[in-house]
């Protein structure tokens, strides 16, 4: 796992999460690891969400896109 420093935050920022980490029974590391990974994931969905969308989109225009697995690994296998 990766280390991270944060400095020159708000004190209001600070203060923020520390209340936050009590209210929440955890440290303020341990509140800010779940603020961050939340925050990530989030993300990483929106992304993900979008690219569902772009698909279906395309799948409206054109159709259904085939599996490309089994023509890949004839051009393969035909080189040998």
Known sequence: MGDIRVRKLED???GWFRAQAKQHGRSLEGE????LTEAALRR?????AE?????????ARYGLFPDSAKLIREMRDSRG
């Open 32 to 35: 800010l690891r779940e603020t």
């Open 51 to 59: 690219m569902r969308a772009d698909l279906q989109e395309l799948e």
């Open 12 to 14: 209001w920022v600070v």
């Open 44 to 48: 990483k969905k929106e992304i993900a």
